[in-house]
């Protein structure tokens, strides 16, 4: 039996752009394209969510907070499923709301165990509806599972029903664990681009991160030699990767991108010694939007970093 499944979950609703919907099928066809066979051998489970066809976000300080409340409970349930089946779990999804989903799945599987994330973006995505000014949900998950509201630094006075389905969100699982994980528990690597509550946020709660200047200074084996070591007392770690971490020039394929980010190399560095951890079980690739792009290039980078740097041993 294959060691890894594929999870799809296509939602783009918490991204401020349409199109990172057809993020997994671009890089589905670019491996194809590059004799990669990663989709033809393992198994392969789409969590499927309706088509939007119409401007609807309901509301403004968290846009289509209802749909993703249920596409979290949806993608949680097939998460601790596949984790709970014993299988590592790598996952292709549309924006990286979707991730929060993802990892209370994960929380679900293992209520009792030590878990921890590495978060590879160039964002910090840990607003609340209370904070964000965009109100975009992509712009929250690590809030989300981290419980962090952040009604200190708030800039809008949100309506009941927000409140609800925030809270709710936060509950996402059938144990309705909250918060699921505690600052500890989290690296990011590449961050840069934050708001001023945000920084905060991270700061007052000494949240763990490497910005372009770190990995200058270290260079990026060390800050992943570091990362995974500080994860080796941890019973299973989750990593997500959203492409708006690696560096514009190598494509702008993705809804927000950012100057001063990763090189495939550094992206192959992280993914290579990250996966090869003993207690890896799930990686993450968000935020690829196809019609951003020419000629599918952000795909094509995913593939090239997931190609050179998942081994055989990692995911079969
Ligand atoms: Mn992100």
């Known amino acids: 039996m294959p060691k890894t499944k594929i999870l799809i979950c296509s939602s783009e609703v918490g991204a401020g752009k349409r199109g990172a919907s057809l993020g997994p099928d671009a890089i589905r066809i670019s491996a194809v394209n590059h004799f990669y066979n990663l989709f033809d051998q393992l198994p392969t489970e789409n969590i499927k969510v309706n088509v939007i ?49 993802f990892l209370s799945g994960f929380r679900e599987a293992y209520p009792d165990k030590k878990l921890g994330i590495i978060w590879i973006d160039a964002h910090g995505d840990i607003h609340s509806p209370y904070t964000s000014p965009s109100g975009n949900v992509h712009g929250m998950p690590v ?32 144990k309705h664990i909250t918060p699921k994980y505690l600052p500890e528990d989290l690296i990011y690597i590449g961050i840069r681009d934050l708001e001023e509550q945000e920084w905060n946020t991270i700061k007052t709660r000494n949240i763990r991160f490497y910005n372009p200047d770190d990995i200058r200074a270290l260079g990026i084996e060390t800050v992943a030699a570091q990362t995974a070591e500080y994860f080796s007392n941890y019973d299973a770690v989750y990593i997500t990767f959203d492409v708006d971490s690696l560096d514009p020039s190598i494509s702008r394929g993705t809804g927000t991108p950012v100057p001063d980010g990763l090189s495939i190399e550094q992206a192959k560095v992280l993914i290579k010694t990250f996966s090869r951890m003993p207690n890896f079980k799930a990686l993450e690739v968000t935020e690829v939007n196809p019609l951003l792009d020419t000629e599918n290039r952000m795909a094509t980078a995913v593939v090239k970093i997931l190609r050179d740097s998942l081994t055989f041993e990692a995911i079969s």
């Open 53 to 101: 066809n119409r401007y609807s976000p309901g509301y403004k300080s968290a846009k289509y907070i209802r749909l993703i409340a249920a596409t979290h409970q949806k993608i949680a349930r097939k998460m601790a499923k596949a984790q709970l089946d014993g299988y590592k779990t790598l996952i292709f999804s549309g924006d990286h709301s979707n991730a929060a989903g």
């Open 143 to 174: 809030a989300i599972v981290l419980g962090i509201d952040n009604i200190e630094a708030q800039i809008k006075r949100l309506k009941p029903e927000v409140i609800e389905k925030w809270e709710k969100l936060k509950r996402t699982g059938r």
